[in-house]
């Protein structure tokens, strides 16, 4: 058996039927700070409940970390205290930008996989661990442009992994949604980047367009290729590190989402027998 953890993201469609589940349940959520950092009331009665039951890791939204933009601390701070009042050590972000001039652009939007973006990167990194005093977790994230790049984008993950002592949450369904879209092999890509700065684990679904273009949607079940990418980066990881099933939509029949924690499980368990 493997000791992977299997988690899934806390929604509010799924907020209820999570805390009542008997079978197949995850091992932790993920959370989004900045949908529960003001809520109160009945949500706030929710998430204490479900605190309950179940450890947390955090998947922030704003955070912005490849923009120019000066960080807002006040935010941050609050942000701060909800990870350290649920005991939340994983903080993870998207290697991208959201913000331009203050205006929340509400996309991940890519970075130019540059020198000059590493140093600026890092040092923003720095800052932040600093002030939230654990390390950053950088997710891969899917692109739909490529901007000017000095760097393959796991050279770039690696440069600001060393620089900024940041960890690293591979996206595995990123990964296979950008290597379809703009046409290169997904194995370059792991064997490029440096495994051991991974300690979160994203996969999930997506959806392809008919004229070819694939949408990180997180709204569909896991195909197989990305299962098998998964079997195959998830060998070379060590047994510490938890997998995250994304769903943001269709939350229709939750047995989907069972059943994708169920192959996942399979998958770990079958990799920690050939160890
Ligand atoms: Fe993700």
């Known amino acids: 058996m493997s000791n992977n953890k299997v988690g899934l993201g806390l929604r509010r469609e799924i907020a209820l039927e999570i805390c009542d589940i008997e079978d197949s349940r995850p091992d932790f959520l993920e959370l989004a700070p900045e949908n529960w950092i003001e809520v109160g009331g009945y949500w706030r009665s929710i998430l204490s409940r479900v605190a309950e039951k179940y450890s947390f890791t955090a998947h922030g939204l704003s955070l912005s970390i490849g923009s120019t933009d000066p960080f807002n601390f006040e935010f941050l701070k609050k942000i701060k205290d909800f990870l350290d009042e649920y ?27 540059t020198g000059d973006a590493v140093k600026h990167i890092s040092e923003r990194i720095r800052t932040i661990q600093d002030f939230m005093e ?10 739909y442009t490529v901007l000017e790049a000095e760097l393959s984008e796991a050279q770039f993950f690696n440069k600001i992994a060393e620089e900024s002592k940041c960890k690293v949450l591979l996206d595995v369904n990123n990964i296979f949604v950008n290597s379809q879209n703009h046409n290169y092999d997904p194995r370059k890509f792991i064997e490029e980047i440096a495994l051991e700065n991974v300690n979160y684990v994203h996969i999930g679904g997506h959806e392809a367009t008919e004229d070819g273009l694939i949408l990180d949607t997180h709204g569909q079940k896991i195909i197989q ?7 195959e980066v998830i060998r070379e990881l060590p047994d510490s590190v938890p997998v995250m099933l994304e769903r ?15 192959e996942i499980r ?7 027998v050939n160890v």
Do not use: G, Q, W
């Not at 269709?250 to 994708?260: A, H, P, R």
């Open 134 to 143: 654990r390390p950053l977790v950088l997710e891969n994230i899917t692109y």
């Open 225 to 231: 290729p990305v299962y098998e990418l998964f079997n």
């Open 87 to 113: 005991n939340i050590d994983i903080y993870s972000e998207h290697l991208s930008f959201s913000t331009c001039d203050n205006a929340h652009l509400y996309e991940s939007l890519p970075v130019p996989f």
């Open 266 to 272: 399979t998958i770990l368990d079958s990799s920690s």
């Open 248 to 262: 943001d939509v269709n939350f229709e029949d939750f047995n989907d989402l069972k059943e994708d924690m169920s």
